[in-house]
C-alpha cells in the first residue's frame, strides 16, 4: 500500500544558523509525550530533508545546516503512523537564539470537497476514547447544506436543516457494545449533491498508532 507524501517548505533561512525541526502530537504512542515538541525523527523514521538541488547535511540528528544564503528548506515525509484527523504542530527553532516558527496541519484529513474543488467540510481528531470528532462545515448560501446522515454500526441518525451560516459539529461514532469501526456522516446539499465523510473510531486507531496504516 502507497502512502501520501507531504512536501514543508521552509523559506529565507539564514545561512550562518542552524535549526532544529521538531514535533508535536496531541496523540502520542507514549502518553508523556502528549503536548511536548520532540525532535521529528521521534515519529518519522523516513524523513528527509533538502535544500534545492542539494541534500543537507546531518539530517538523521534533526539538525538542519544551511549553506546557501536564502534558501528554501523542504521537508518530505509520510502520512503513515498518523491518525486520521490528527492535527500536529511543526516547529523550526534557532538553535543560537529563542526563535522559532511553527506550522499547524493535518497529515490525513478528513475533508470534503465540491467538484469546484472549494472546502465543504473538514474534521478535527479531538478525542480517542470517546472517539470525539469536530466537523467544521463551511457556508455557500448558493448551494446550503440540507441534510446529515449518519450510520455507525447499528446506529443510524438524519437530520434536515436549513443551514444558515458555517457550524461546527462534535460528532462521536462510538457505539455501545462494539470495540471499533467506522462510521460514515453522508451530507446532502441544495443543489442534489451527495458527499460522505469516514471517521475510524476504537480499534480502527490501532493500525495507525502502531505505524502499519
Known amino acids: 500500500m502507497g502512502f501520501k507524501k507531504w512536501i514543508v ?3 529565507n533561512l539564514r545561512s550562518d544558523e542552524l535549526f532544529s525541526c521538531e514535533m508535536m502530537r496531541l496523540f502520542p504512542r507514549k502518553p508523556e509525550d502528549q503536548g ?5 525523527k521521534t515519529y518519522i523514521k523516513d524523513y528527509s530533508f533538502f535544500l534545492k538541488g542539494s541534500p543537507l547535511v546531518n539530517t538523521k540528528s534533526g539538525i538542519l545546516s544551511v549553506n546557501l544564503p536564502n534558501a528554501d528548506c523542504i521537508s518530505v515525509f509520510s502520512e503513515k503512523g498518523f491518525l486520521p484527523g490528527e492535527k500536529i504542530t511543526l516547529r523550526t527553532k534557532n ?13 490525513r484529513p478528513i475533508a470534503l470537497y465540491d467538484s469546484n474543488g472549494e472546502e465543504l467540510a473538514c474534521s478535527e481528531l479531538f478525542s480517542l476514547s470517546p ?6 462545515f463551511a457556508y455557500n448560501p ?11 454500526g447499528n446506529e443510524h441518525f438524519n437530520q434536515l436543516l436549513f ?5 461546527v459539529m462534535y ?12 462510521s460514515s456522516l453522508r451530507c446532502t446539499y ?17 493500525p495507525y498508532m502502531i505505524g502499519s496504516k
Open 95 to 107: 538553535l543560537r537564539s529563542d526563535n522559532y516558527d511553527t506550522l499547524e496541519f493535518y497529515p
Open 9 to 11: 517548505v521552509f523559506e
Open 171 to 182: 460528532y462521536n461514532p462510538d457505539v455501545l457494545g462494539d470495540n471499533g469501526g467506522f
Open 163 to 167: 443551514q444558515e451560516d458555517q457550524f
Open 131 to 136: 472517539a470525539t470528532y469536530i466537523v467544521h
Open 190 to 206: 441544495q443543489n442534489g449533491d451527495t458527499y460522505e465523510l469516514t471517521f475510524p473510531w476504537g480499534e480502527e486507531f490501532f
Open 36 to 40: 511536548v515538541f520532540l525532535p521529528i
Open 142 to 152: 448558493k448551494n446550503r447544506l440540507v441534510r446529515i446522515n449518519s450510520t455507525s
